[in-house]
């Protein structure tokens, strides 16, 4: 198959999963990314677990969370309406988008991953609240 069938092909995929745009995908990969590293730093810093990380697999409420922290590290108090435009709105529409990744070949997972794991993890409306948000803002240093 040719790349541009490869991309129309992973583009309908996407497509199905629901009405989320190209930048709403962008926002899961990099927040992907975000929590494997705030996994993996709060696992090495857990002395009783030890050792370095076998994969750079993380669970499906792992995955929120961190998602959740990635946006509020990005957008601060906009966080929420700035998901909200992307058709993102609870826990369950990161499930679809990473479940159609996967469908298209971005992502992988493991026989015991679900998008039953995504399926109301936390509640938006607490997650992103004035109080919480601002509480989670990391404020520079010096």
Known sequence: MNKTAEQSNAA???AKAGPYPLEAYQFIQDGLRFTVRQV???RAEDHGLGGPPTTEHVSGQQLCMGLRDFAIDQYGLLARPVLARWC??????????????I????????????PEDF????????????????GAIRMPVG
Do not use: P
């Open 119 to 134: 399926r109301s993890v936390f509640d938006f409306a607490e997650a992103f609240d004035c109080e919480h948000v601002a």
């Open 88 to 101: 993102i709105l609870r826990t369950d529409d990161f499930g679809r988008m990473v479940f159609a990744m």
């Open 40 to 42: 993996h730093e709060q």
């Open 103 to 114: 469908a298209a070949g971005a992502l992988s997972k493991t026989q015991q991953d679900s």
């Open 12 to 14: 309908e995929i996407l």
